[in-house]
T-cell receptor, first 117, second 115 residues
Framework: AQKITQTQPGMFVQEKEAVTLDCTYD???????LFWYKQPSSGEMIFLIY??????QNATEGRYSLNFQKARKSANLVISASQLGDSAMYFC??????????????FGQGTELSVKP | DTGVSQDPRHKITKRGQNVTFRCDPI?????LYWYRQTLGQGPEFLTY????????KSRLLSDRFSAERPKGSFSTLEIQRTEQGDSAMYLC?????????????FGPGTRLLVL
């Protein structure tokens, strides 16, 4: 069964430091996509970064990078140089199957990140 | 490009009433998804449209729930005879039609409170 596990309910990080949010996944499908979303207290889900199962290199988007370890089925999010505005819930999600299939997302439980000044 | 919009942003209703939510996807996005998020949980998939066709429904979508996308543009989600357990955030997302467009973009959500 498809599953996303985020084992850190809450994390603290000092402003300007880097932080890693953990995510492991389980799927038997060879084609899948992994996503990270940020959800501030306002509720909107903000897309951060995407990694395809066949991508050879780890994805990066500005201060965000995804540490993709396929054999270990992990897709950790690294935020460099944390800012106060990074305080939010962070969700890891997985899409199973090829592009032309439905593509529903399976989400983890989330990690609440708090950035300290 | 304007983002995904949802209306209303908040809805308070009494148990037993019907409610309807609207989602306007990013223009040209042919795929539209509805999710439900309860407090402290990640979003859970409800249903998926490709153009006007509803191609997948979750078991979470009981008979009291119905979703439509009549012209392949905006979508509505209706809940009949609401129950307190329906209280949640209802999120809509859209995704493009082109190969390589992997990302689902979410709207601001509709927070439903059933009293």
């Amino acid at each position: 069964a498809q599953k996303i596990t985020q084992t850190q309910p809450g994390m603290f990080v000092q402003e300007k430091e880097a932080v890693t949010l953990d995510c492991t996944y389980d799927t038997s499908d060879p084609s899948y996509g992994l996503f990270w979303y940020k959800q501030p207290s306002s509720g909107e889900m903000i897309f951060l970064i995407y990694q395809g199962s066949y991508d050879q290199q780890n994805a990066t988007e500005g201060r965000y990078s995804l540490n993709f370890q396929k054999a270990r089925k992990s897709a950790n999010l690294v935020i460099s140089a944390s800012q106060l505005g990074d305080s939010a819930m962070y969700f890891c999600a997985m899409r199973e199957g090829l592009y032309n299939q439905g593509g529903k997302l399976i989400f983890g439980q989330g990690t609440e990140l708090s950035v300290k000044p | 490009d304007t983002g995904v919009s949802q209306d209303p942003r908040h809805k308070i209703t009494k148990r037993g009433q019907n409610v309807t939510f609207r989602c306007d996807p990013i223009s040209e996005h042919n795929r539209l998804y509805w999710y439900r998020q309860t407090l402290g949980q990640g979003p859970e998939f409800l249903t998926y449209f490709q153009n006007e066709a509803q191609l997948e429904k979750s078991r979470l979508l009981s008979d009291r729930f119905s979703a439509e996308r009549p012209k392949g543009s905006f979508s509505t989600l209706e809940i009949q005879r609401t129950e307190q357990g329906d209280s949640a955030m209802y999120l809509c997302a859209s995704r493009g039609r082109s190969r390589g467009e992997e990302t689902q973009y979410f709207g601001p959500g509709t927070r439903l409170l059933v009293l």
